[in-house]
């Protein structure tokens, strides 16, 4: 049954008013989801600029700590004292950030743990800088625990800027997917209400010529057909001002591509007026470089009625340029012909900066790795060796084409033992931390064995899922060698060590048996002359004057001390056999002793002995010290020039080793006693003895 005319202009228009109401709707919906989006993304940034900070801030803070250790200077301090003022605050803004996801939330505790424990190691070494010295710093620096910690805290930033850039990506996707949506959502919008003005039109005509007489009706739905539109222009410049409040400016174009109308987003973003950006003059705010290109590409899709897409910078009102992304597409009418273009600027300056750092970042790290003192190989899990740097090329002789895979290294630097180490090299790719692999024997290009150190750490994942280990080396071959020559000689040494202990033993024996021989000869004539001399005194000392009682007993005390030598010399040669018993000993008393002893020098009468007192107690044997000391007084008398009196000064001072100090005016080594207990000959072999075992003080004699 066909319907009437009133009807299907009812039905016709409300069906549009519909449409037009679900337009607004959805496109009310898509705007408000776009300034989500690009609030979300605005707030990505914004972390991504906080993660950057932090890191320079931790990287000021090294380099204060790094300018005072070399100087000591105060002033070079203010970057580390600047950052560490400045690093909580940072932290508390990514902790703010960051307060919806948590698992940044929980990557952000693990990093302030790291920043404290790198600050405490800086502070550590500052304080032993200004405490103590710079070797004292150094030491705590060369145990690299500093290094560890920066390059925990490098990889915890990454792994938080990793996470941020995939939000980031992600959020974009959506913000585009929206305004692909709304510019859809009206496009079809706007071909539905051109197609149902298009029937309705259709209705009105075939109605004109079948029916003259509903003029009225006629009338009637003319004047919905402009509520209509008005509608339609309402929706519009609602649409427009949503689109102005956001960062992004929406356009429409002519047939031509050329702007006809006010666009308030334009004039805005850019500070042009409606007469500067009309018809093609909005060209000329695009950056020089980049405008030729821009409006080629522009042409091409006005003539190939295709989408244009376009990314270059753009002149914002404040002087500055920014970089967009241009996407615009044709409204086609029902012959398929351009009616219009509809067009959005994308503000994505923050994501070019962002990767732009990331650019620079990716070329630091490789120059670090190229240029690196030590070798370094990048490899993955399937084999594929990404990089080796100079210093792996200089000590092997490889190049990376001839090692391009981990089977290509194997075979050429270990040949048949390759199978040893593939194992070893495939569960790289299972560590979660650095390892140190141990020692390994290579062979260069050149056939030369090297034995290296390894050391390998995971890297994380590549875009394409395979995971990425670094591994680098460090040559111990002359490190190798010099253990195997320590070795040898330390044999050598053990070996002459032994030789001569026998000799000293044999040495030893003779000495014995010398020393028994001579006390066996002396013993009898001494004892002869003791009783004599003492039978002389008790007969006729009445006789005697007092200067010949006195040379009597000079013969007596001689006598004795001549005995008590020979028990000591007895005794000294009993010294291999048995330990030399030390014991605290009064230098003054062994002084006064050794002074008595040389009473009967003929020049003792013309020496002038000066003893400077306190003397110190010493650990000693006593009975060889007094010797020891007789001896040298006895030399200092006895050899000095012709005319020339003996001036001898006793004392004794601690000192950190063995030192001998010649005086003036003695005659040196030219002079010397003949025989086994008296001069220097004894006296070096006592020293010899006395310093055979440690003694709590160490004094010297002079």
Not at 180 to 209: G, N, Q
Not at 537 to 544: A, S
Not at 555 to 562: G, H, K
Request: net charge negative; aromatic share 6%; hydrophobic share 35%.
């Amino acid at each position: 049954m066909k319907r009437p005319l009133l009807q299907q202009l009812t039905i016709g228009l409300g069906v549009g008013l519909i449409l037009l109401v679900a337009n607004a709707v959805i496109s009310y919906h898509n705007t408000r989801k776009i300034i989500e989006n690009e609030q979300w993304v605005s707030h990505t940034y914004q972390v991504l600029t906080e993660l950057e900070k932090t890191l320079s801030t931790i990287k000021d803070a090294e380099t204060g700590q790094r300018g005072y250790l070399l100087t000591g200077k105060e002033k070079y301090l203010e970057p580390y004292q600047t950052a560490i003022a400045h690093i909580n605050e940072q932290l508390g803004r990514l902790r703010r950030l960051t307060a919806d996801n948590p698992q940044q939330q929980a990557r952000i505790q693990e990093l302030e743990k790291l920043i404290a424990v790198r600050l405490a190691i800086s502070q550590r070494t500052i304080d032993l800088r200004r405490q103590q010295s710079l070797a004292a710093a150094l030491r705590v620096v060369e145990t690299d625990k500093g290094k560890q910690t920066m390059d925990e805290i490098r990889q915890k930033i990454a792994q938080m800027q990793a996470k941020e850039n995939q939000l980031l990506s992600q959020r974009i996707k959506e913000s585009q997917a929206s305004i692909r949506r709304t510019v859809f959502t009206f496009t079809i919008a706007t071909c539905v209400s051109l197609l149902l003005l298009a029937a309705i039109y259709y209705l009105i005509r075939r109605d004109i010529f079948q029916r003259q007489q509903e003029a009225d009706k006629q009338n009637q739905l003319l004047m919905q057909l402009q509520q209509e539109q008005q509608q339609i222009r309402q929706s519009e410049a609602r649409y427009r001002s949503l689109v102005t409040a956001t960062a992004q400016a929406v356009w429409t174009t002519n047939a031509q591509g050329e702007i006809v109308e006010d666009i308030p987003s334009w004039r805005s973003l850019t500070g042009q007026n409606e007469a500067e950006f009309k018809n093609s003059g909005f060209l000329g705010v695009i950056h020089p470089e980049e405008r030729e290109q821009a409006l080629q590409s522009w042409r091409n899709a006005i003539a190939t009625k295709s989408v244009y897409e376009n990314e270059h910078r753009v002149q914002v009102a404040d002087g500055s340029y920014r970089y967009f992304n241009v996407r615009a597409v044709p409204v086609l009418d029902d012959n398929g012909e351009i009616r219009e273009w509809v067009g959005i600027h994308t503000d994505i300056t923050q994501q070019k900066q962002a990767e732009l750092v990331i650019q620079q970042s990716e070329e630091r790290f490789r120059r670090a790795v190229l240029d690196a003192p030590l070798p370094i190989m990048l490899h993955t899990e399937d084999g594929e060796v990404l990089q080796i740097n100079h210093t792996w090329e200089e000590l092997t002789g490889y190049t990376h084409s001839d090692i391009s895979t981990i089977e290509d290294w194997t075979e050429k630097a270990y040949g048949n033992r390759k199978v040893l180490v593939r194992d070893d090299i495939e569960r790289l790719h299972k560590l979660d931390k650095r390892i140190s692999e141990g020692e390994y024997t290579i062979t260069t290009a050149t056939g030369k064995t090297r034995i290296w150190e390894f050391y390998s750490a995971p890297l994380g994942k590549l875009s394409d899922g395979r995971s990425l280990v670094i591994s680098t080396a460090i040559d111990i071959t002359e490190r190798k060698q010099a253990e195997a020559e320590i070795l040898q000689l330390n044999a050598t040494l053990e070996q002459r060590v032994a030789e001569r202990t026998a000799q000293l033993q044999e040495a030893n024996e003779e000495l014995e048996g010398f020393a028994y021989s001579v006390a066996h000869d002396l013993r009898a004539p001494l004892r002869g002359m003791q009783g004599l001399s003492e039978a002389l005194l008790e007969d006729y000392g009445n006789q005697l004057d007092e200067l010949g009682r006195e040379y009597a007993q000079h013969i007596i005390n001689s006598s004795e001390q001549l005995e008590e030598l020979i028990e000591d010399l007895l005794a000294y040669s009993r010294l291999s056999r048995a330990e030399l018993k030390l014991q605290p000993v009064d230098l003054n008393a062994v002084v006064e002793e050794a002074i008595s002893q040389v009473a009967t020098e003929p020049k003792y009468p013309h020496a002038n002995i000066t003893v400077r007192s306190p003397l110190p107690l010493v650990q000693a044997h006593r009975t060889t010290l007094i010797q020891v000391i007789t001896n040298l007084l006895s030399n200092a008398i006895k050899f000095v020039a012709v005319g020339v009196e003996p001036q001898i000064q006793i004392w004794a001072e601690a000192v950190e080793e063995d030192r001998l100090t010649r005086g003036q005016g003695g005659l040196g080594g030219q002079g010397r006693q003949g025989g086994q207990g008296r001069g220097g000959s004894v006296g070096s072999g006592h020293w010899k003895q006395l310093h055979s075992q440690p003694s709590t003080t160490n004094h010297q004699l002079l």
